[in-house]
């Protein structure tokens, strides 16, 4: 692999206490390319802008897909991943939906290892604090033909994070605009499942909140994820979630958080939610949290939720299940406890 370092670091300009998501890059950069049937020019170089083709069919046919991952420091300055492999994994299950090749696991590996032990300085230690690690790939074929590509660039960007919204979360039960139908992308980490969300969640926006729930395409009665992020609902002594299929992303977190939770005791319910049960829940004053799971959110309380005109408040809880999950995944994650499941894994 070559690698080309930047000539000096662009971190202090960098302003660590006011990050906002996403917004600003590490260092460096891992690309690779797919020619001929094979990927080759694996190299990290400063990040920078790519040049491709304006006929690259990502911009025509959205052929891309991407992960979300994150690198923690610990306090004696050693670097995390939290389950890898799943997102290597998810990716190949992304690539392969999507009609794109497979990007090799030992190459992932390596770049991604190189490219977090030189950008290290990046991942500020302290819960909350973390590397977000965006691995991707897409079409860069330049022809607008309507079928796969021949080529394609895998790569791999870091932004430096701390909390991914900074005021509380509403969310709305939508209705009206799906997310994924039975036998689409929906289980994929294809780009455009989250283009299509953003027009139906910037008239959520207008109306107070900041998220949606998804709700099945074919009778919008059953609860899905909300886009950004699984969910999980406490409804009396039970931990409720949808079970995954193919159209709900098969969350690292969430699938974290459940076994975190039955390890605690807790009674999880992987099953179908339907939304009456939850407005039901919501009114006879059974329906105790509402909270979010993902690599960006992390575990996101949700404050309240509307649907159709009727909006609820969620009181706030002592010792909530979220709070209690968080710790204890965030404890794993930057190596402040035991990690009995051998999740994560020291760069
Ligand atoms: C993640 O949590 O990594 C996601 O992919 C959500 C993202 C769109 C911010």
Redesign the pocket.
Known sequence: MKIKKIDSSNINSVDFENLN??AVFSDHMFTCDYVDGKWINPEIIPYQPISVSPASRVFHYGQAC?????AFKDDNNDVWLFRPTENYNRIIKSSVRLAMPKFPEELFFEGLNTLLKMDAQWIKPGIGNSL?I?PFIFASEGSINATEACEYKFMIICAPASS?YSDDVKVKIEKSFSRAAKGGVGYA?AAGN?AAQFYPTSLAIDEGYQQIIWTDSSTHQYIEEA???NLFFRIEDKLLTAPTSDSI?D?I?RKSLIQIAKDKGIDVEVRPIKVDELIDAANSGTLIEIFGS????VVLPIVGFGFENKKFDLPKVENSWASILKNELNGIQYNLIDDPYNWTVKI
């Open positions: 998501f996403g991407f992960e979300g991952m994150k977000y965006r991914y980490k989250y886009g950004t992020m992303l969350g977190t993902g690599t960006a959110v």
